[in-house]
C-alpha cells in the first residue's frame, strides 16, 4: 500500500477544495481508507472514512454535513470534499489505510499513511 495525498492549498473562508489521496498502482482491495488532519499543536483528527469495495461512509460529528467522502475505484482514488472552509479547518490532512478490521474511526488502527497535504484557510 503506497498513498499519496494531495489536492491542499491556500483558500479563503467560504471556499471549497478536494483533496485525493491515490493507491499507488495498486487497487483499494478490502482496504478502509479514512481522512485525519492535524493542526499545529493539537492530536491528528479523524475526519471519515469509506470502505471502498461497497461505497459505505462514516463521519466525524465536527464535519458531517459538510466534508464528503467519496471514492473511484477504476483511478484507485479516494476524494474528500471539503465545503465552506473556516481557518479552524487549517492543518494538515492526511489519507490513510486500515486492514482486517471491518470499520474503525481510530487512529491506531490506520496501519498505512499518505505524506500530508496542507490546507490553509485564511480569513
Known amino acids: 500500500v503506497q498513498l499519496q495525498a494531495s489536492g491542499g492549498g491556500l483558500v479563503q473562508a467560504g471556499d471549497s477544495l478536494k483533496l485525493s489521496c491515490t493507491n499507488s498502482?495498486?487497487?483499494?482491495?478490502?482496504?478502509?481508507v479514512g481522512w485525519f488532519r492535524q493542526a499545529p499543536g493539537k492530536e491528528r483528527e479523524f475526519l471519515a472514512y469509506?470502505?471502498?469495495?461497497?461505497?459505505?461512509?462514516f463521519y466525524s460529528y465536527s464535519v458531517e454535513g459538510r466534508f464528503t467522502i467519496s471514492r473511484d475505484n477504476g483511478r484507485n482514488t479516494v476524494y474528500l470534499q471539503m465545503n465552506t472552509l473556516q481557518p479552524d479547518d487549517t492543518a494538515d490532512y492526511y489519507c490513510?489505510?486500515?486492514?482486517?478490521?471491518?470499520?474503525?474511526?481510530?487512529?491506531?488502527?490506520?496501519?498505512?499513511w499518505g505524506q500530508g497535504t496542507q490546507v490553509t484557510v485564511s480569513s
Open positions: 490513510a489505510a486500515a486492514t482486517g478490521i471491518a470499520h474503525t474511526s481510530h487512529r491506531r488502527d490506520y496501519r498505512y
Open positions: 498502482g495498486r487497487t483499494f482491495g478490502n482496504l478502509i
Open positions: 469509506i470502505i471502498p469495495n461497497n461505497g459505505a461512509t
